[in-house]
């Protein structure tokens, strides 16, 4: 009977605030784990450092999903293609979204607009990293105008997919209902680029450098 009445002692429920306080308190952790862990990386792999962020935007999603349309994805996403380029930006956006999808948020058609809208975003910030990235660091004015502007694109990217089942006369009313949660995603976004551009772009520049230099020994063997 002890030990029944010991383990209903954990069995209690949060809140949602409660519940969403933790989740963020969690997400600092690995966002501190991150930056303080990195530097004993320093001298491998940068394809560590890769799957590192992959594994933070997926926990980055599944811990704030309670806040409507607020995740850390879109704007890691960005920070890749610009850093690593539009190839990696679009494999790891396939991976979050069909990992958290399949395995938490609930998989379907819209998973691959999810991951193209990610993987086109990757693509854009690659395209204008030159715009973007200014003696090395990221341009914060630049980045939270394009992460915000990034919001809307995505957001409508992935609303396509109602076309696969409705008239594409249901389009426009479809994106006017959804034009709060499309702002609710810039505001986050705009707020991630405060939080994490610095010091996740600065990871990334190191590891971009030795990927590169990698590369160049690579050349100069053949």
């Known amino acids: 009977m002890l030990a029944i009445n010991m383990y209903d002692f954990h069995n209690f429920a949060l809140s949602p605030m409660q519940d969403l306080f933790l989740n963020v308190v969690i997400l600092s952790s690995l966002i501190f784990a991150i930056l303080k862990g990195e530097r004993a990386l320093e001298k491998s792999s940068p394809f560590i450092v890769l799957a590192t ?56 058609p819209w998973t691959i607009f999810q991951a193209f809208g990610w993987g086109f975003l990757g693509l854009t910030s690659s395209f204008f990293s030159q715009h973007l990235l200014i003696d090395g660091k990221i341009a914060i004015r630049r980045m939270i105008f394009f992460a915000v502007a990034s919001a ?71």
Request: proline share 5%; with cysteine.
């Open 53 to 108: 962020i992959t594994t933070f935007c997926i926990a980055g999603r599944i811990l704030l999903e309670p806040i409507p349309n607020v995740q850390p994805v879109t704007v890691t996403i960005i920070l890749v293609g610009i850093f690593f380029g539009a190839p990696w930006a679009i494999a790891i956006s396939g991976v979050v979204a069909l990992s958290t999808n399949l395995l938490f948020l609930g998989h379907g």
């Open 152 to 222: 809307f694109v995505f957001d409508w990217i992935v609303s396509t997919s109602i076309l696969l089942n409705n008239d594409i006369s249901m389009l426009i009313p479809y994106l006017a209902n959804g034009l709060l949660f499309d702002i609710y995603h810039a505001i986050g976004n705009a707020v991630f680029v405060v939080w994490l551009a610095s010091p996740l772009g600065d990871i990334m520049a190191r590891h971009r450098a030795e990927l590169r230099g990698n590369s160049v020994s690579e050349i100069a063997t053949y």
